[in-house]
């Protein structure tokens, strides 16, 4: 949206990118300590969430191309 009305998309790219890197590898460390625990209401909701976020990356990722593509068309 911001790229499309040609504005600096900075502003939402910076903290998306570290919410992703933060929140991605968390997941997967609080996993491996629910999985110990045996805590299957935990596991599963930690895999729907880590699905989730994965799915949320890489509609940023595909959105942020299908903009760049479209910018340049026009």
Do not use: C, H
């Not at 949206?1 to 929140?23: A, C, D, E, G, S």
């Not at 593509?69 to 026009?74: L, Q, T």
């Amino acid at each position: 949206y911001l790229f499309k009305l040609k504005r600096p998309i900075w502003v939402t790219i910076i903290p998306l990118t570290f919410l992703i890197v933060m929140t991605i590898p968390a997941l997967i460390i609080q996993l491996r300590q629910f999985w110990e625990a045996q805590n299957w209401l935990l596991i599963i909701m930690d895999l729907l969430i880590l699905g989730a976020s994965i799915l949320v990356a890489l509609e940023a990722v595909a959105a942020f191309g299908r903009a760049r593509r479209e910018a340049a068309a026009s």
